[in-house]
């Protein structure tokens, strides 16, 4: 019996450590996003934000996660640009790294990824990669949306809700 | 015969370290208890070997590596379909389509939401997994305003937010992905395993396309893609009876369009209306059109022959 406690304190010590440095932080997991001020897509941004950043975890509320950065900026993520990291050792070994580490870079790389799309492409010439591409270019500033939305009373921004 | 505490043990920490799976730590605590003596070294490696296969399922599958399928879906539609060149209405569209996924359940996604239109009179709307969205010229021509196609992009927006695309990889062809990638951090892979993950990603390929443009996804996505559509551009403010409008277009249609597309790959127009009629009477006051909507809506249209 001794072993067996000894055994169940180990695991359960470790499971607390892990869940408690799992709870705090979260990760930015789409390629760019921003800390808004306000809990709204259309907010001012107050920090921009990239795949991989690391981020306090403050509050969460409809969707959208109070975040402190390591400058120290709080303001509001969307939840879909976040992840939570199930464990949070490479943060722990340095108090709270904000930057990824070069493993966690490479990671992030690995499985389905550029490699393999060169690999497949180089195997199927008769695709068109480069008609992706220019429709992956266009992007519609945040301020036309904001004025496309208003024009169209739509959002809330013309009243009608 | 092992004491059923340390079987416990075992199971207990496979489970648990499935739910928080970290290489180091899980090769650190089962050295500590194979330390002690309360595992054996096999238990120990299958402990290890539970934390290495801990990615099993399409949910597992990271932000980054659904974009680069998208991608690749994205070339394998574009190879059956020409793009339609107006660059009026890919701008028209991707402002509506970016707008209305502002509304959904995934307003955030890794490379952000893309519009297209197709060249083609067949009416159908395509949406490969990361956000890159196809809509054929057949289908914004029988849309009469901005509403109906806000609805159309947003039930194409549901698809990917509740990643349809990604179920329809086989379960098989996932264990082998990810037992091939394993979790050891690299550069890059060595040539004889892109081979293998380039066939892997091939044979994925092949399963998602075959449900998006060849057989369909199975009705409940398409059923609850109209549901996440309605309500979600009655977040926007727009009318979601758009959606039963466009549909009923198509009910007893029998031109050149019929027989292909979203009446090959959907459920019937007659029970889409039932069942998308059903959500929308519980939603009360609907917005109303607004002739502005309308009136861009037909600017961007106006070219289209």
């Known amino acids: 019996m001794t072993i067996h406690r000894r055994s169940f304190f180990i695991v359960g010590a470790l499971l607390l450590v892990l869940l408690a440095m799992a709870a705090d932080f979260v990760v930015v997991k789409?390629?760019?996003?921003?800390?808004?001020?306000?809990?709204?897509?259309?907010?001012?941004?107050?920090?921009?934000?990239k795949a991989g950043d690391r981020l306090e975890k403050i509050s969460e509320s409809n969707g959208w996660v109070q975040v402190k950065t390591v400058t120290g900026v709080i303001g509001w993520v969307h939840s879909s640009a976040l992840e939570t990291p199930k464990i949070n050792l490479l943060a722990a070994n340095s108090t709270m790294k904000t930057q990824a580490s070069a493993s966690e870079v490479a990671l992030a790389g690995k499985g389905f990824n550029k490699q393999v799309e060169d690999s497949y492409k180089a195997k199927h010439?008769?695709?068109?990669?480069?008609?992706?591409?220019?429709?992956?270019?266009?992007k519609i500033p945040a301020a036309e949306i904001e004025n496309f939305l208003r024009k169209g009373r739509l959002g809330g921004l013309g009243g009608v809700k | 015969m092992r004491p059923a505490g340390s079987r416990f043990i075992v199971v207990f920490l496979a489970a648990a370290f499935g739910a928080l799976a970290a290489c180091s730590v899980i090769e650190q605590g089962t050295d500590v208890l194979k330390g002690t003596g309360t595992i054996s070294a096999s238990q120990a490696d299958m402990l290890k070997k539970t934390s290495e296969t801990i990615r099993s399922t399409f949910g597992d599958i990271k932000e980054e590596e659904e974009y680069y399928i998208g991608r690749s879906?994205?070339?394998?539609?574009?190879?059956?379909y020409p793009v339609l060149q107006n660059a009026a209405l890919t701008r028209y569209i991707n402002t509506l389509g970016q707008a209305t996924a502002l509304f959904s359940d995934r307003p955030e996604i890794f490379a952000g939401y893309h519009f297209l239109v197709l060249d083609t009179d067949e009416i159908n709307a395509?949406?490969?997994p990361g956000g890159m969205i196809f809509l054929t010229k057949g289908l914004i021509k029988r849309c009469r305003d901005e509403d109906a196609l806000a609805v159309i992009l947003a039930h194409e927006i549901g698809h990917v937010a509740a990643k349809h695309g990604l179920q329809s990889i086989k379960k098989s062809r996932l264990v082998d992905a990810f037992q091939l990638l394993g979790t050891t951090a690299i550069k890059a892979y060595a040539p004889d395993t892109v081979v293998k993950l380039t066939a892997l990603f091939e044979d994925t390929l092949g399963d998602i396309v075959g449900s998006l443009v060849e057989r369909g996804y199975d009705r409940k996505y398409e059923y609850e893609a109209d549901e996440m559509s309605v309500k979600s551009v009655l977040r926007a403010g727009f009318d979601p009876s758009g959606l039963t409008r466009f549909l009923q277009t198509m009910v007893g249609d029998k031109s050149t369009a019929s027989g292909k597309g979203w009446f090959k790959t959907h459920p019937t127009p007659e029970q889409r209306i039932a069942k998308a009629g059903e959500t929308i009477k519980t939603m009360g006051t609907l917005p109303q059109l607004l002739d502005a909507r309308t009136a861009r809506f037909r600017q961007a249209v106006a070219g289209l022959k």
């Open chain 2, 126 to 128: 395509l949406a490969a």
């Open chain 2, 73 to 80: 879906v994205a070339a394998l539609i574009l190879a059956r």
């Open chain 1, 125 to 138: 010439g008769e695709l068109n990669f480069a008609a992706v591409d220019s429709m992956l270019q266009v």
């Open chain 1, 30 to 49: 789409i390629q760019v996003t921003a800390v808004r001020k306000t809990p709204q897509f259309f907010a001012p941004v107050i920090a921009p934000l």
